[in-house]
């Protein structure tokens, strides 16, 4: 289903609306098992939407990252799927950040915020992500002949990150192509420290003071100490929470945390 120009998911049939905003090269149906959780037997009722982000799944394509414009992008998805009702909106990582300019601009549609292990600040550049670019770019689309073919050529070594990689492949006829939008990223990643998506945009000194939880992996490096303080700054109602065992994938690492957390905010309403 696409609802404002967006490529969704819908869980649940009934109780409050929740989004979901994955992070870079990820799809909305990442955050399925914890969807399912909330909506099925034994969970809180809740109406799930999962988000595929511009440039990335089935959704389209941008011509320049930014921030402001994905926010806008995911509040006309969000308006056109439930006008009128407000969300309990979820983000991680990149769509942390995509959650927190959607809640600054517009504060209307957002009842809660859960934002997981990102934090509003400039991260300097896309290093990290440097070596999964070359990878995804360096696989000869053109030779290939199946999947397990794909599998096999592509050179990453850890298991996890190849699958969460390579979800991205998509076969069409006898042509193979990335969901993601790899010449946008490589772009943003050539910019260095000046990389809008490591980035975070300078939104006039907005805040805003609803209830905000931040979920924290312990084994992670992007949420530190001094990032509570520009946190607060913009939602002083944050709460930070920080997950035992869990790196930056929180929701992989630690899913009954984050089912239970959430399960919670639900039950407190907005605030």
């Known amino acids: 289903m696409s609802a404002g120009g967006l490529h969704t998911l819908a869980v649940g049939t009934d ?14 149906r990442n955050w ?8 099925g037997p034994g969970g809180a009722g809740a109406r799930c939407l999962l988000v595929d982000l511009p440039d990335h799944g089935r959704s389209p394509w941008s011509e320049e990252f930014s ?12 308006a056109a799927a439930a006008p009128g009702e407000r969300w309990v909106v979820v983000g991680h990582s990149l769509g942390g950040k995509v959650s927190m300019v959607l809640t600054l ?14 934090a509003p600040k400039d991260y300097g550049d896309l290093d990290r992500f440097r ?14 002949t199946s999947r397990s073919d ?28 990335w969901q993601a ?34 979920l924290a992996g312990a084994e992670s490096e992007y949420v530190r100490e001094p990032d509570v303080a520009e946190m607060r700054a913009l939602f002083p109602r944050t709460r930070l929470v920080t997950v035992k065992g869990a790196a ?5 690492d630690a899913p009954q945390v984050v089912v239970e957390t959430l399960r919670r905010v639900l039950a407190a309403g907005p605030g």
Do not use: C
Not at 67 to 78: D, I, M, P, Q, R
Not at 248 to 252: A, E, K, M
């Open 15 to 28: 109780g409050p609306r929740v989004a979901f905003l994955h992070g870079l090269f990820g799809q909305g």
């Open 32 to 39: 399925t098992q914890i969807a399912k959780a909330l909506a």
């Open 67 to 78: 921030y402001e414009g994905y926010a806008e992008a995911v509040s006309a998805t969000l």
């Open 105 to 118: 601009t517009h504060p209307e549609l957002v009842g809660s915020l859960v934002v997981v292990d990102i």
């Open 131 to 144: 070596g999964y670019i070359d990878e995804m770019q360096a696989l000869p689309l053109e030779e290939l």
């Open 150 to 177: 794909a599998e096999a050529r592509f050179r990453e070594s850890d298991p996890g990150v190849k699958a969460f990689l390579l979800q991205n492949l998509r076969r069409h006829g006898d042509e193979w192509s």
């Open 181 to 214: 939008n790899l010449s946008l990223v490589h772009r943003d990643a050539e910019r260095g420290r000046e990389s809008r998506i490591a980035g975070f945009p300078a939104l006039g000194g907005r805040s805003w003071d609803g209830p905000v939880v931040w």
């Open 248 to 252: 930056h994938w929180v929701h992989t």
